[in-house]
């Protein structure tokens, strides 16, 4: 276990994988990579993960059953909880409930960086339906922020 | 469950108690506050607390079966764990593996934030005896880093 990881200047970690996921038709996310931070280890029953989302980029629009801890590590942006959005920036604190929609969106001219707490046993997100977006699109302010 | 806690300018949430702890003769840390971010859910298996060391100050000097996965969130200092003292920084992400001894020291004039996030699930913290200090004692960087 590596017990100490420097953060560099542009917010990546020594020694730790960058994935930037490949957009492609039909991805539901834009502009989005990914750092692991924490350890691979069966001592540990949570992920430590870190996000970063471009000027413009969103992530998934998802839902599951496992809950969300999400701390912003940089710039600004909105993120979609429910049916409320919010402004958010640096180290303010958002948990996203059971089963429910959440987006983050870097809204402004600043990347959006949020590291993200969850399970390490966890379901897997459940993208939006027809019948969902037609739910969602039923509040007009959060039928004006999603992006899918 | 609250699913939006903004951070203050001066480092406190709404909404989040800030726990000062009372220093006693024979506790072992010197000008922490500790503030509890997550959510009291049995969906979520973690807590993600965040400590602040007042410049000059330090947390305990203790070790535990459980894994502690430390990130910065402001100032800087050092820290201990294991055999090895590392200077700190915002960010910055330590992970400390079971019963390693560990210590965060405000060494600078800055104090030092870090957030913590550990297992719900966990064993209480282990101090050192007269035998663990000793043991510790013997390597000289070490040595001088703790405060007991």
Redesign the interface.
């Known amino acids: 276990?590596?017990?100490?990881?420097?953060?560099r200047e542009d917010?990546t970690?020594d020694g730790v994988p960058l994935l930037a996921y490949k957009e492609e038709p039909g991805t539901h996310f834009r502009q989005v990579t990914r750092q692991v931070?924490?350890?691979d280890?069966a001592?540990?029953?949570?992920e430590?993960r870190y996000f970063e989302v471009a000027p413009g980029g969103h992530s998934t629009l998802e839902r599951h059953?496992?809950?969300h801890?999400a701390?912003i590590?940089r710039g600004a942006g909105h993120c979609l909880?429910?049916d409320?959005v919010?402004a958010?920036?640096?180290?303010?604190?958002?948990?996203?409930?059971?089963l429910?929609w959440h987006q983050f969106r870097a809204t402004g001219s600043e990347p959006l960086g949020f590291?993200c707490?969850v399970?390490r046993?966890r379901d897997r997100p459940r993208l939006p339906t027809e019948d969902d977006l037609k739910a969602l699109g039923a509040n007009p302010a959060v039928k004006d922020f999603i992006r899918v």
Do not use: N, Y
């Open positions: 276990m590596k017990t100490f990881v420097r953060r917010f970690w931070l924490s350890p280890s001592d540990f029953p949570a430590l059953q496992h809950v801890m701390l590590g909880v429910g409320e919010f958010v920036g640096a180290l303010d604190a958002v948990m996203i409930p059971p429910t590291f707490v399970s046993d």
